[in-house]
């Protein structure tokens, strides 16, 4: 339905690369110029069979844990680290600020909260909230200087107010050509310690649903 950038947006705020263009697939040239309908449904016809058998691999590891006794003691939390654009604005994949990229699934099994069965909460989420939660959730300490919430109060009431104001998620850009900040610019770029431990700068994502 919206296959062309939003009305007004900064033009760093689009990009023309990413995993479809990586892979070698037919791409449009601009925010205004969207991908031809066969490349179109050939995109959505690769992300639907990845969706569906990533979700056949979650059965698997659902069904043995029923087989080996331990569903009803195991915490189980599912979440991905970027969403995903197929087409919207003109956009693929994943390399934006833009709310289809920056938001994610995030479900959680803890089946001795029961009150959590089956619901959803509108309260906001981000993925640094992960950690302390499934710690507070089994019973162990965290680190005291995380960035993180724990979300585990949800589980007892998937109703109270929001316990965060706001989430923050952030793409840095480098485009090439300032006549064309849209055109070949994400930031490729990788840290590394003196223990070669190394993270990519190339992104920092948190799910947003608002501002309180």
């Known amino acids: 339905k919206h296959q062309t950038a939003p009305e ?3 033009d760093i705020a689009f990009t023309t690369e990413g995993e479809a263009d990586i892979h070698g697939w037919p791409r449009g ?8 309908s066969d490349g179109q449904h050939q995109l959505r016809m690769g992300y639907y069979a990845a969706v569906t058998f990533v979700d056949e691999q979650i059965g698997h590891v659902l069904d043995k844990l029923d087989a080996m006794g331990a569903a ?21 994949a994943k390399h934006t600020n833009f709310d289809l990229a920056a938001r994610v699934p995030l479900m959680f099994r803890v089946p001795w909260k029961p009150t959590s069965i089956g619901k959803r909460t509108a309260g906001i989420a981000e993925l640094v909230d992960v950690y302390p939660t499934l710690a507070e959730l089994t019973g162990l300490s965290p680190p005291p200087d995380l960035d993180g919430k724990s979300l585990a109060s949800y ?19 480098c485009p090439k050509n300032l006549s064309r900040q849209w055109d070949e610019n994400i930031c490729l770029k990788v840290r590394c310690d003196a ?18």
């Not at 040239?29 to 031809?36: A, I, K, M, T």
């Not at 195991?74 to 197929?86: K, P």
């Not at 589980?155 to 952030?170: G, L, Y």
């Open 72 to 92: 009803n003691n195991t915490l189980v939390v599912l979440f991905g680290d970027h969403g995903w654009q197929l087409g919207e604005h003109g956009e693929w």
């Open 8 to 10: 007004g947006m900064p």
């Open 155 to 173: 589980f007892d009431n998937p109703e109270q107010p929001s316990i965060k104001t706001a989430a923050f998620s952030q793409f840095p850009r």
């Open 195 to 212: 223990t070669g431990k190394c993270i990519s700068l190339a992104r920092f994502t948190e799910m947003t649903t608002g501002l309180g």
């Open 29 to 36: 040239y601009g925010p205004n110029d969207p991908e031809p």
